[in-house]
């Protein structure tokens, strides 16, 4: 079969070297081998959208020179759909509504390690049904006590323990959010990816994923998580210390073929920083086990002083 990725900005605003950085790896993987290479917006946390935003990310893609198949996909519009596999969890007994606060949960919730997102104790698992809400409750599924092992293709295997390490998850907010998580898998699968290029931040998304897609019925795909990118001096990116956005450095002067070029020797796609357009790259790269770096990439300063 051939193979098909993804590219999946979320519109709060413009396309920087981490999104560019993604959306190369996940078109190259495709474009390759010949494979699909599909565009999905994650428009479903409607307060932090920007207008415009998602017309200027695709914009910024293709000024990179790149592109992709069929129409683009907006979570926003897909609500029906993930209405009816929460209807197939309900189902399962799987699914059951929780009042509690972000407060209540951090009072008696543990982190697995130290920096992680805090583990959902389960308060709501057993409570009487008869008992009246609080508040508009978020829907959570129970998750099993049961370990998920997988390969990832750049990063090795990881093995998850459901119950321990992700706890129950919100698969739809209190003000009718569905989740990220539950959007992600359904509509990765409903669109036939066959592997999820993504940035290594998450890494921790997958197991709870491939849990979804198996108890929904449906083969999950393979994952390819991609290093982080890091400053010039190695440090995470914050607010405030941000990746500069491929519009800055087009409205500086530099050529798409320059930005692509330090991309690709980052990634380890290329030997050089040569320019090169993304086509030419997938060409260089047909045919050879491709050599993904793991470590996180320090974006060069040719690129953070041009912005
Ligand atoms: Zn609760």
């Known amino acids: ?72 996909v907006r979570q926003s519009e897909r609500s029906e759909i993930y209405e009816a596999a929460l209807g197939t969890l309900y189902r399962k007994g799987l699914i059951y509504p929780c009042d509690c606060s972000r407060a209540e949960i951090a009072r008696v919730a543990s982190a697995p390690h130290e920096g992680e997102e805090l583990v959902y104790p389960g308060t709501c698992r057993e409570r009487d049904r008869a008992r009246g809400m609080r508040r508009t409750p978020a829907l959570r599924v129970r998750m099993p006590d049961e370990v998920v092992g997988y390969g990832d293709i750049i990063q090795g295997h990881f093995e998850h323990d459901l119950a321990r390490d992700v706890g129950d998850q919100v698969l739809r907010r209190g003000d009718g959010v569905f989740s990220y998580q539950l959007a992600v898998i359904i509509d990765d699968v409903a669109s036939h990816v066959s592997v999820v290029v993504r940035g290594a931040d998450l890494l921790a998304s997958t197991p709870r994923q491939i849990w979804l897609a198996r108890t929904l019925g449906a083969e999950p795909p393979r994952y390819a998580h991609v290093p982080l990118v890091v400053g010039p001096d190695g440090t995470r990116l914050e607010k405030r210390n941000r990746a500069p956005t491929v519009r800055a450095l087009r409205k500086a002067g530099m050529s798409p073929e320059r930005v692509v070029g330090e991309l690709a020797l980052g990634l380890g796609l290329a030997e050089t920083n040569e320019p090169i357009t993304p086509a030419a790259l997938a060409k260089a790269c047909a045919g050879r086990e491709l050599p993904w770096r793991k470590e996180p990439w320090r974006i060069p300063l040719s690129l953070v002083a041009h912005s």
Do not use: K, N, Q, Y
């Open 1 to 72: 079969m051939a193979v098909c990725t993804r590219f999946a900005p979320s519109p709060t605003g413009d396309l920087h070297l981490g999104g560019a950085w993604t959306a190369l790896a996940s078109w190259v993987w495709a474009r390759r081998e010949g494979g699909t290479h599909l565009l999905r917006v994650e428009d479903l946390d409607s307060p932090r959208v920007l207008r415009d935003a998602e017309e200027r990310i695709l914009e910024d893609l293709t000024w990179l020179g790149l592109d992709w198949d069929g129409p683009v």
